[in-house]
């Protein structure tokens, strides 16, 4: 007898998933691009004085339409076809983005336009990211929703990434009007993939017909109740939104600290987000092999990115900050994975799309308060005291998180099955649970 071949990678033998997954590679890469590009055109060209809070402005404006238009986004993914809903986004964005391309070759942009074609992007990604996750079990096979997850959320890391290695370079060479004409070019990307891939149809949403075995009145739930018949899930989301005051601030702490204290350029700036981009993408694949309970483990994760991110206020050495946010990434990622994964499961299929649109309000409602906090913090504060800052302020949501582990999850009343008890690490997110997008 010969063994069994192994199964191929789900991007490889699944071409609808992969379609969509490289479509949100690319949409979530062309504004990870954009924010760092301008974040640094910001701090090295466009200000002279108070950069800090007109940086922690620009990325208060990059994250507020997500918490703003949770509502929204959840009733548009609820109501339209996914695909639509991911094809439009993703096209309004380009537009958005070539419309900026042209203004800025034209003559300088000014700072106010940035700012609006910032928000303008932002609000497409508001709807394109929950919306992808919501359409997981309508891309894939049940068994192959963890492995999903874990492509999904690698997303972000990749964007990181290739987002960061391109955006503050870019921004050197060839201005704001060359980083929006490749944003436009990504997004452009993102609408064609997404348009050809096919989407199984679930009920309403997805055929444009009434189907009865839809359940509709599950569907239409309060936002606000949806998280009430989840009182573990909440408590787990409410460390997380405590978490990322302090994480998301690493986006406006990286290009002051850059100009500040390493006096570097934009290649230094691109090297530290690719740091923190490459921790959290090997984070995204390897998550699932920490072991113990995903409190415990995401607990022990947040102490450890407390640690790497207080580092740098004491050692201002490249390498040294560089493997420090490498590993505060990696710590982001795996988090990310084994919770978003354990949601998968625990909330009803009925409420996915209210319940992600929640989440990312939730965890996304700290990030314009913590971009406006450390950026003006950072006009008058080093940024080695805001690292510092960053670690000690992560403590507390580790130590909450902690004590959840000896709890178990209440299945919501609609729910599936689940089991009992939390998944071990094996069966089990900037978004995102660990940090910011």
Not at 147 to 175: I, K, M, N, P, Y
Not at 385 to 393: K, R
């Amino acid at each position: 007898m010969t063994a069994p071949r192994p199964a191929a990678p789900l991007i490889l033998r699944n071409r609808a998933f992969a379609a969509v997954w490289l479509g949100q590679v690319l949409t979530q890469a062309a504004v990870r691009m954009f924010q760092v590009g301008v974040s640094w055109w910001i701090v090295a060209y466009a200000v002279r004085d108070a950069r800090g809070l007109a940086s922690g402005l620009f990325m208060a404006a990059c994250t507020l339409p997500a918490v703003v238009l949770a509502p929204v986004v959840a009733g548009a993914v609820g109501r339209f076809a996914h695909r639509s809903v991911l094809r439009s986004a993703a096209g309004l964005a380009a537009a958005t983005a070539g419309v900026l391309a042209v203004w800025a070759q034209g003559g300088g942009p000014p700072l106010a336009g940035v700012y609006a074609a910032a928000l303008a992007l932002a609000t497409c990604q508001a709807f394109f990211d929950p919306c992808l996750t919501t359409s997981v079990p309508e891309l894939v096979d049940d068994a192959d929703i963890e492995t999903a997850t874990g492509f999904e959320l690698s997303t972000q890391s990749l964007a990181g990434l290739g987002g960061a290695l391109l955006g503050a370079l870019t921004v050197d060479r060839a201005g704001v009007a060359g980083l929006a004409a490749g944003c436009a070019a990504a997004y452009a990307g993102a609408a064609v993939l997404v348009a050809s891939a096919r989407f199984r149809a679930t009920g309403t949403a997805q055929t444009g017909r009434a189907d009865p075995a839809a359940s509709a009145p599950p569907a239409q739930r309060p936002l606000r109740r949806i998280l009430g018949d989840l009182p573990y899930v909440r408590r787990i989301l409410v460390c997380f939104t405590a978490a990322n005051l302090f994480t998301a601030a690493v986006f406006v702490v990286i290009p002051l600290y850059t100009r500040s204290v390493l006096g570097g350029g934009g290649g230094t700036v691109a090297l530290l987000e690719a740091s923190l981009g490459g921790g959290a993408l090997v984070g995204a694949f390897t998550g699932t092999r920490v072991p113990g309970r995903p409190t415990v483990a995401g607990a022990c994760c947040l102490g450890l990115m407390a640690l790497a991110l207080a580092l740098p206020g004491l050692f201002s050495h490249l390498p040294v900050v560089a493997g420090c946010l490498a590993v505060a990434g990696w710590c982001a990622g795996a988090v990310s994975v084994r919770f978003v994964a354990l949601f998968q499961r625990l909330v009803p299929t009925a409420d996915k799309p209210g319940f992600f649109a929640v989440m990312q309000a939730v965890l996304g409602a700290s990030l314009p308060v913590a971009s406006l906090v450390f950026g003006s913090a950072g006009d008058f504060l080093s940024p080695q005291t805001l690292c510092l800052v960053q670690g000690a302020g992560l403590l507390p949501a580790a130590c909450a998180l902690a004590l959840l582990g000896s709890r178990t999850p209440e299945p919501a009343p609609s729910a599936e099955p689940v089991p009992p008890a939390e998944p071990a690490a094996p069966s089990v997110e900037p978004e995102t649970v660990g940090g910011a997008r």
